[in-house]
Every structure is written in structure tokens, then in C-alpha cells.
């Protein structure tokens, strides 16, 4: 088994997983696979930076240019380094800086820092209280480890459209406040996401807080992902958000993930449900409405067409989530 | 490129070294350390095999850089024992209950009970589940390693271990 050679060679080899890719993939040639640069390696060589400050990790930005990127939870960064999908030459890790930590009530808002973990996200008694959507959220994200270190910065920063919290900041109608060369500047998560890891951030510039209008008490939420298994990114997601008044909806917002190159607010489709008692009909018409907006990538989680009619049905589990929890119910 | 000075407790005891700066956790702990109880499963942060507990985090050192972990506290499950050199209630429950094979996941997920448990000392066989999900195990189905952490948890409640009828 020529397989097997290839796992005695690694050995000598500072650890490569040759072998343990040859065992993932069965059947594929390992030798072919690491040609291809698609073989988990030892990431590239780099000088490594802990700032104290914001203005520290700024600073170091602009003296290193495209050499430098920012490390929050590395758990999108890291594997892609392994991958020498990224092999920036300096990081610059954020985890020393006190200020891009925590979570609090500010007039009307909640204000988290970048560098919160999902895992914070999830136990903070704020959010339970006034947006539960979040730990909702954050809970359905990789598994218990990943969300011990990954964080709400990183994720809505990174520009991945396979996220959640993209398409949950769309929907709660957040705002990421930023730190840069000229100063510190606010951009809208609805007018923040470009295309494919494209977001309105320019080079030097540094996530410092996530800020969120807390919803009116008594609203509807929920969060509602479809994946193969625990660890995968959506096959498509739905975030849901809404208040009623007399049995209507009397505000609405949505937000969809992974189903296009970036996440999707799906403002027509909320648009439909305002004024309506959420009735079977109104659902189905707002349902196409979204759907429409989805251009999803064929991909192992499925065709193109499955995943658009997928976000449809996490759309529509998640009004009806959202529904009863906003007359009171779980 | 540089490399850096680290130091950080392990298993209770104090470590120095220089390392790359690009040095995962995982091999820092297994080459440089000797410390080889966290093992290398998958390498792309998916197993859990690795995990080690950082700070009262449970983390995947495949996907953590040793330099990160600087200052940092980390118990592995050469850390895991009770001081007088018994069996942690993990580690027998795991022998009583038949909660390893090939016993290759085994370090991951007693060093990831181990944090399940100090955040919730009595949880349900749901919170198990969902608590373990980041650890894979290719022999067991799992089913004896909840019985097993459910036998810590009532041992290390001082309650009588009782299986739930299959």
C-alpha cells in the first residue's frame, strides 16, 4: 500500500498529516493531494506580535502592510495557514488587549468587543436577557471547543459568508465600530458586506466593537441552521427577528446564511410579513421572496437549488419559532 | 524569523522554552515537551483528539500556536490524576464503563469532560452529548463514554452511580 509508506516518511518530517489526510479521503493519492497543496501542513514561517493596545496593533498594521494580519481566535486563520492558503509573514495577535473584551449595556445598545468568544456570548446573562438571539446563535457555531476560542469579531470581520453571525449581524441590524490610521469610524453591518471574504474594512483597520440595538422586550427570535453535522458551516441558516402588536407583525427582519457569496438581508421578504398575522399564505409568499435572493454555490453540502430551497425552510421554521416565542411561548 | 521565549504552567509545573513562532500547541507538548497523552488525530481542528484544557477553556491544540499559550495554564491528561496518584473520577468511570476501544480519542475526552464538569457537575445525558461534540470517536458510538462521564459525575457528587435502563 503505497499509502502506507507515506505515513513512516512523515514521521521523520516535522509532523505532517500526510497520513492523516491518506486516512480521511480513502482512495485519493496522498502524493497527488499534496501537490495540489491541499494536505494539512506546518503553517509558514512568521514573527509573531502582541500588542497592549489598539493603537499598538494599528500601528504595527500600517508599518507591515499586507505582511501583517490580525489573530483573534485563529480558528479560520490557523487551519488556512496549515493549508498555506495563508502564509502571512508577521501576526498579530489580539488576545493582549483588554479593551476588545466584554459586553455591556450602552444607552439603548449592547457593545461587545471583537475578541469576545462565542463561548462568553453564549453564558453572558446581558444577552440571555436582552438579545437571547445571540447565544442562540452562537451555540449552533462548531462545537465546544472551537467556541471557547473563536470570537464574534473574527467571525463578522473575516468575510466568510459560511459564518453565522454575518447574517445574524444583518438581521439585528448591527454596527461594527473599527479603529484605523485616520481614527476610529462606525460602518453598518447592512452596507459591510461586499462579496467573498469582501467587506467594507480597508486594510489597517482594526474590529475593535460589535454594536447592537437591543430589541423591544417581548420580541420573536430564532436562529435556524441546517448542517450535516456538528462542525460543519450551514448548509443554509435563517435569523429571524421580529415584534407584533395586536397578533401582528409589526417589525421584521432577516437574515440568511450561506447561501450566496456573502450573507443575505432579506429586507423584501420582511417586508411581506409586516402587518401580518405570520398566516400560512403570507409565509409562503415572503419564503419565495428570500428564496429568490439566494444564489448559492453547488457545493458537498448540496446543489444550488436544494440550498436555496433549504433557506426557505429554515425561513419558515424560524418565523414559526419566532412567532410563538413573541406570544410568549419557547 | 525570531523565535520566542515562553513560559507557562503545565500539569502544575512551570515550563520555559524558545519556540517558533508557527510551533502548534500540540507539537510543542508532544516533541519539544515530551508530553505525548494529547494525541494528533486529524490535525485540522475537527477530532478533538488533542484537546487540552488552556485557562479553564478546552481547546484544540492542533489549531492553538504554543505562543499563544504563553503565561498561559494547560492541563493535559498527564495532568488529570488526583494528586495522591489515583484514578481521577474520569479515568475510572472510563475503565468501569467500558468508555474506551482503541483508546486514541480517550485523552481528548476526559481532558474535555473534565471542563464539562467543573461548568456543570450534574448534566444530563443531552448536556453530555452536546458538551463532547468537538471529540470524535471511531470505536465506541459513544454510548459508554456518556455512561462513563455520568459514573464521574455522580462519583465526584458522592451519589450512587446509576445506570438508565437501555
Known sequence: ?????????????????????????????????????????IPGSFDYHRPKSVQEAVALLAKLGDDGRLLAGGHSLVPAMKLRLA??????????????????????????????????????????????????TSAQIA?????????????????????????????????????????????????FYQGLYATAMQSGEVLTAIRIPVPAAGHGYAYEKLKRKIGDFATAAAAVMLTTKGGKVETCAIGLTNVADRPLFADEAAK??????????????????????????????????????????????????????????? | MAKSQVAMKINGKTVEALVEPRTLLIHFLRDQLNITGPHIGCETSHCGACTVDLDGKSVKSCTVFAVQANGSDIVTIEGIANPDG?????????????????????????????????????????????????????????????????????????????????
Not at chain 1, 492523516?20 to 494536505?39: N, S
Open chain 2, 86 to 166: 489515583t484514578l481521577h473520577a474520569l479515568q475510572e468511570g472510563f475503565r468501569q464503563m467500558h468508555g474506551l476501544q482503541c483508546g486514541f480519542c480517550t485523552p481528548g475526552m476526559i481532558t474535555r469532560a473534565y471542563r464539562l464538569l467543573q461548568e456543570n457537575n450534574n448534566p444530563t445525558e443531552a448536556e453530555i452529548r452536546y458538551g463532547i461534540s468537538g471529540n470524535l470517536c471511531r470505536c465506541t458510538g459513544y454510548q459508554n463514554i456518556v455512561k462513563a462521564i455520568q459514573y464521574a459525575a455522580a462519583k465526584l457528587n458522592g451519589v450512587p452511580f446509576q445506570e438508565a435502563a437501555e
Open chain 1, 272 to 330: 411581506i410579513l409586516i402587518g401580518s398575522a405570520l398566516d400560512a399564505a403570507t409565509v409562503k409568499r415572503a419564503v419565495a421572496a428570500a428564496e429568490a435572493i439566494t444564489a448559492p454555490a453547488e457545493d458537498r453540502r448540496g446543489p444550488a437549488q436544494y440550498r436555496t430551497k433549504m433557506a426557505g425552510v429554515m425561513l419558515a421554521r424560524a418565523l414559526g419559532r419566532a412567532k410563538s416565542r413573541a406570544n410568549g411561548g419557547a
Open chain 1, 143 to 191: 462545537d465546544p471547543q472551537v467556541r471557547y476560542l473563536g470570537t464574534l469579531g473574527g467571525n463578522v470581520a473575516n468575510g466568510d459568508p459560511a459564518n453565522d453571525m454575518p447574517a445574524l449581524m444583518l438581521c439585528l441590524n448591527a454596527t461594527f465600530e473599527v479603529s484605523g490610521p485616520r481614527g476610529e469610524r462606525r460602518i453598518a453591518a447592512r452596507g
Open chain 1, 87 to 136: 502564509t502571512p509573514g508577521n501576526l498579530i495577535d489580539l488576545a493582549g488587549i483588554a479593551d476588545l473584551k466584554g459586553i455591556r449595556a450602552d444607552g439603548g445598545d449592547i457593545v461587545i468587543g471583537a475578541m469576545t468568544t462565542q463561548h462568553e456570548l453564549i453564558v453572558s446573562k446581558l444577552l440571555a436577557d436582552k438579545i437571547p438571539l445571540v447565544a442562540e
Open chain 1, 1 to 41: 500500500m503505497p499509502g502506507l509508506k507515506a505515513v513512516s516518511a512523515s514521521r521523520k518530517v516535522p509532523y505532517n498529516s500526510v497520513n492523516g489526510a491518506a486516512r480521511i479521503d480513502r482512495g485519493d493519492d496522498p502524493d497527488r493531494r499534496h501537490a495540489q497543496g491541499r494536505v494539512p501542513v
